[in-house]
């Protein structure tokens, strides 16, 4: 049997604090831990600090678990479930497919666009909020999760290839850290002078140091680590300031993303190719209802 949460009446407005940020970002959910630990540190309500961390993660836990917050308010990125299940039998695979048979379309709105454009995040956790901004502008998101390997590259590399006739060009976000700030320096010389392709616009959209003043982000103590090579000359630089990713409001850098992609955009292009779309969609709902009709005698 579970052991019966201590509800205080500490705990019970820390909960009514976590509802309030839940309630103002409705449209970003599902939010990760850290991102509501951070609105709880940008609004000053906790500390900054690994102890709160912990102690906001047992709170989430247990809201969920006493239903004071819904399961669908929360996400974890880092661990994930494959089904690798079958179906019961034939009959229930047709009727499944039938029902998506035809859906899922979308017309690659780029295609007549001088750049092949990527969006790079540092951080997985954040990679269905990206998803979901790039989406509507056919947009890949990669997520790189740290320093990238020469076979991730070369993957990239061999995207490019497949795009010649375009310019590409990298939008990358990671943290304000001693390493978050090299990366995309890192990929950059790795891709000119290992792998000879000179021609790549590397962006940094965030974060900068800027979006560090400008929201006033806390800082992440943790993120400067002793025995990391690159603390030296990020301190010398930047003196002690580290900041992540989630710590902008999702809103914001939802705005940060889709001005990104629309500033590399020949825009009456993509507007042609938007209703082209409309176009393929009204073709395929009429071939849709046709088939099935032949299925249906």
């Given at each position: 049997?579970r052991?019966?949460?201590?509800?205080t009446d500490?705990?019970?407005?820390k909960l009514?604090k976590?509802?309030?940020?839940l309630?103002?970002?409705?449209?970003?959910?599902p939010?990760?831990?850290?991102?509501?630990?951070y609105?709880?540190?940008?609004?000053?309500y906790i500390?900054?600090?690994k102890s709160?961390y912990?102690?906001?993660?047992n709170?989430?836990k247990?809201?969920?678990?006493?239903?004071y917050?819904?399961w669908d308010d929360i996400?974890?990125r880092?661990?994930?479930?494959?089904?690798?299940?079958?179906?019961p039998?034939p009959?229930?695979?047709?009727?499944?497919?039938?029902k998506?048979?035809?859906?899922?379309?979308?017309?690659?709105?780029?295609?007549t666009q001088e750049?092949?454009?990527?969006i790079?995040?540092e951080?997985?956790?954040?990679?269905?909020l990206f998803?979901?901004?790039?989406e509507p502008y056919?947009?890949?998101?990669v997520?790189?999760?740290?320093?990238?390997?020469?076979?991730f590259?070369?993957?990239?590399?061999e995207?490019?290839?497949c795009?010649?006739?375009?310019?590409?060009?990298?939008l990358?976000?990671g943290?304000?850290?001693?390493?978050?700030?090299?990366m995309?320096?890192?990929m950059?010389e790795?891709?000119r002078?290992e792998f000879k392709i000179?021609?790549?616009e590397f962006k940094r959209?965030a974060?900068?140091?800027e979006?560090?003043?400008k929201?006033?982000?806390?800082?992440?103590?943790?993120?400067?680590?002793?025995?990391?090579?690159?603390k030296d000359k990020h301190?010398?630089k930047?003196g002690?300031?580290a900041?992540?990713?989630?710590?902008l409001?999702?809103d914001?850098?939802?705005?940060?993303?889709?001005?990104a992609i629309?500033?590399?955009?020949d825009?009456?292009?993509?507007?042609?190719?938007?209703e082209?779309?409309?176009d393929?969609?009204?073709l395929?709902k009429r071939?849709k209802?046709?088939i099935?009709a032949?299925?249906?005698?």
């Open positions: 049997m052991r019966k949460f201590n509800w500490k705990q019970l407005d009514k976590v509802q309030e940020i309630a103002d970002l409705e449209k970003y959910k939010l990760t831990l850290r991102q509501i630990f609105q709880l540190v940008a609004r000053e500390q900054n600090t709160q912990t102690l906001l993660s709170l989430l247990h809201a969920r678990l006493d239903g917050i819904s996400e974890d880092v661990r994930r479930f494959e089904d690798l299940s079958g179906w039998g009959d229930d695979f047709i009727s499944a497919h039938l998506r048979f035809l859906s899922g379309y979308s017309r690659d709105l780029l295609q750049k092949y454009i990527e790079w995040i951080k997985d956790a954040l990679s269905a998803v979901r901004a790039a056919t947009v890949p998101v997520v790189c999760r740290g320093f990238s390997s020469v076979s590259l070369n993957d990239f590399k995207r490019i290839s795009h010649e006739d375009r310019r590409p060009v990298m990358y976000f943290d304000f850290d001693p390493s978050g700030v090299v995309l320096e890192a950059e790795t891709l002078d000179p021609d790549i959209i974060l900068l140091k979006d560090i003043e929201y006033r982000l806390p800082h992440n103590p943790d993120a400067i680590k002793e025995h990391d090579t690159r301190v010398e930047y002690e300031l900041v992540e990713l989630d710590a409001r999702p914001i850098l939802i705005d940060r993303i889709e001005t629309r500033a590399e955009l825009l009456d292009a993509f507007q042609d190719e938007t082209k779309q409309q393929d969609l009204d395929l071939k209802k046709e099935l032949f299925f249906e005698q």
